[in-house]
């Protein structure tokens, strides 16, 4: 069971780290001041295979109208995507993709969206077509240049192969949030070296590895890189988490889990959350923030 000793003992051995502040800056024209508020990325799948119902849209007319009520639920940025990231979905080719993704984005010019792709043609025509973000999950480094190309902001996804879809057992070496370090090090250096300026980086905790199939091992690990959070953003960049949902434990309540997850990511000082739930997730930070600056809210009398 998680209790305040565990949580004091993380923040006693990284103290310093606690204190890391990150890059600010703006996508499109509005301006993400990360050391101060979080923000939201909703989601879109444009892929039946996609398991989470309530975000799958199969036609351009209900993501256009999907992104227009996400944007009113407070969302800052619309993430989409045209291929699942489950193990056993179908393979999207890059025409397939476009054919989806560019009527949705050309008819979202007035919000900031993000596509979700490891394809430099994808990434190059969305971001053309107008999306202000590629969330890279893949590791391609000449994607960095599409990016830089168009002054577009980037997500650093951990990935522990090429791509999202070549994955197989997640490899634990000592501490996982020191491979991380390492791994999104590396990647902002190639980035940066290609003229990008605008970076997130994620952990990945919704990629589907073989060896955290096993409910209680998945979670373990993404509760821990949720908690660690903190120590990742010394690299001096925000950190993006995608929200997971623990089915096994959650069941007929699984559009609860994350915002559940939520209060354990942003424990760990989380800037951009990435979820299927904006009002849900939205209502619980804000409810965090009544103890902001140490001031926890009045106690009921009578």
């Known amino acids: 069971m998680l209790d305040l000793e565990q949580l004091a003992a993380l923040l006693e051995k990284n103290r310093e780290a606690a204190k890391a502040r990150v890059q600010e800056f703006s996508i499109g024209r509005q301006h993400f001041a990360f050391n101060t508020q979080p923000y939201f990325m909703a989601v879109i799948n444009l892929s039946p295979d996609s398991w ?20 009113v639920q407070g969302a800052d940025i619309i993430d989409i995507g045209a291929e699942s990231t489950l193990a056993h979905a179908a393979r999207a080719s890059d025409t ?21 792709t490891y394809s430099p043609e994808v990434a190059q025509q969305c971001l053309s077509a107008g999306a ?11 994607l960095y240049s599409v990016v830089a190309s168009h002054d577009a902001a980037v997500i650093i996804c951990y990935v522990q192969g090429t791509n999202v879809r070549d994955v197989c057992d997640f490899l634990f070496k000592g501490d996982v949030i020191t491979t991380m370090y390492e791994y999104f090090a590396r990647q902002i250096e190639i980035a940066a070296r290609a003229g990008v300026n605008k970076i997130l980086i994620d952990p990945g905790l919704g990629f589907y590895y073989r060896n955290l199939q096993d409910s209680a091992a998945r979670v373990r690990h993404q509760m821990t890189v ?10 001096g960049f925000p950190v993006c988490h995608a929200l997971p949902h623990a089915f096994e434990y959650f069941g007929d309540e699984v559009r609860s889990a994350e915002p559940f997850f939520a209060v354990l990511a942003a424990l760990g000082k989380t800037d951009l959350f990435r979820t299927h739930e904006v009002p849900k997730t939205k209502a619980v930070l804000e409810v965090l923030k009544l103890f902001d600056k140490g001031t926890p809210p009045p106690l009921p009398t009578g």
């Open 132 to 142: 202000k973000v590629l969330n890279l999950t893949g590791s391609d480094p000449k």
């Open 226 to 235: 949720f908690l660690n959070t903190f120590r990742l953003r010394t690299l």
């Open 52 to 71: 989470y119902r309530e975000s799958v849209c199969l036609t351009a007319e209900h993501a256009i109208q999907r992104a227009q009520l996400l944007g």
């Open 96 to 116: 397939v993709q476009t054919s989806k993704l560019l009527p949705i984005l050309k008819s979202l010019r007035d919000q900031i969206t993000s596509v979700e």
